[in-house]
């Protein structure tokens, strides 16, 4: 736990990623792929590190709308269906720090399951 506060929020223009400021200086861009991939829901961590989902596919996936919850965390809304993470703002701090070591850990995990971020017969955007 940080006890991080945040003083801005903001989702990109396209809606693929969202940059958070916090009061310690820390300031991140998540892509809202890496978002819905590492979503603290139980649907994707499940209960114990054990049942923790491998979620591929998610290149294109956007963020469609931000819900606050209280004043210590947001509901992210995907254009996938998937909005039942709930981020708090301590949440945001770890996934922005330590995206380093998360994102290139997902990337081998999604290679070893012989397995992609693009959805199976879909045309990138640019």
Do not use: C
Not at 27 to 34: G, I, P, R, V
Not at 47 to 74: C, F, M, T, W
């Amino acid at each position: 736990m940080t006890d991080a506060w945040p003083t801005e929020i903001k989702i990109h223009k396209d809606k693929g990623a969202l940059t958070i400021a916090f009061e310690d200086g820390a300031n991140f861009t998540l892509s809202a792929e890496y978002l819905r991939v590492e979503s603290p829901s139980a649907e994707v961590q499940g209960h114990s590190p054990a049942d923790r989902q491998l979620v591929s596919g998610k290149r294109e996936v956007r963020i469609q709308e931000v819900i606050p919850v209280g004043n210590y965390a947001v509901r992210l809304i995907f254009d996938d269906g998937h909005s039942t993470g709930i981020y708090t703002w301590d949440t945001f701090h770890q996934l922005g720090r330590e995206h380093p070591t998360r994102w290139p850990r997902y990337q081998q995990e999604l290679a070893a399951k012989n397995l992609s971020r693009d959805l199976p017969g879909t045309v990138r955007r640019h």
